[in-house]
């Protein structure tokens, strides 16, 4: 989920500004091949990004359980000349990257009874034999601003309810921050020794401990803010080295988030950036990157606005989820991503 740079210069809030305005039509943008299973949900072919055509979608944060891997979005609802329309969050699932089921919605932000409503980025874990669920939401006015979340189902395609019945994360636990929109985009993590962190942030980002319960934060909110930080960090780890990637953005030469990543040996850092990863996203100012390995394969997930639905083009409010393969050099860096029509429809590139 996105909001303006701070200070990054007239040039990234005129580029924003024409986002907000423009539409895009593509021809490529098709209706999605569509089949039923034998069950009542339908099945969605993978036949290239954007990959559900039928609806938009965004920030993808994606799960893997056992041979199922779920793919939780954002969902897309602005009219034109809107910002951002999200008020639910989704969920589909693949046992093979190449069909996905389309569950219910599992959650709206209206269910977090304290909070206002914009169903922004969000992320699962599993945990305990329980799934839990984080989201950013806008806080009523009692803690002005955005706030994080947690809810809890039993199942990875819920229904969620909250798990606190209290934001675990205000605006008023990061006073560093200017604005009322630096806590958002959660990411959540579990290390092998069993502890779970959670890194979130806008312009800054952030990391802490949770608690076993993973309903409260455990110890200080620490600042690991990389070079170029926009927001929606994601956290992965592979062998002995942890991988922070997310939205950035130079305002001196960039007039939209790419994603950049950086490495380090413990999660308490220190932090290496090692760099772009990906370009811009087609027609989007955002980009908002969930990483997985899945079946001995690894994917990035990001997500553009190319995709038509109905009489509504793409645009900033109205993006789509994509999928591209991950792959890493011998040194442990990752080979940088040109985002593609065909994402993971056609079999990956040759490694290194």
Known sequence: MAQTPDDGGKRVKRSLS?????SVTLALCGTPSVVRSAGPEPVIVNRGNPLFRYIFTADP????????????TGHDQAADGVMFDMRDWLVFSTKDMKTWTPHAPIMS????????????ASQAIEKNGKFYFYAAVAHDDSHPGMAIGVAVSDSPTGPFTDARGSALITNQMTPEGTHSWEDIDPTVFT??????WIAWGNRNCYIAKLKANMT??????????PPDFVEGPWLHKRGNLYYLTYASLDPQTQSAEHTSYATATSLDGPWTHRGELTKSAKNSFTIHPGIAEFKGQWYIFLHNATLTVGNQSGAAGR???????LQYNPDGTLRPIIQTDAGVSVPPPPAN
């Open 319 to 325: 993006r789509a989820v994509t999928v591209e393969y």
């Open 191 to 196: 290390d092998d020794d069993g502890t779970t």
């Open 61 to 72: 944060a994606p799960l893997v359980v056992g041979d199922t891997l779920y793919l939780y």
């Open 18 to 22: 024409l986002a907000l305005t423009c």
């Open 216 to 225: 409260e934060i455990d110890g200080p909110i620490r600042k690991i803010t």
């Open 109 to 120: 932000a209206k269910d977090f009874k304290w909070a206002k409503g914009d169903a922004w």
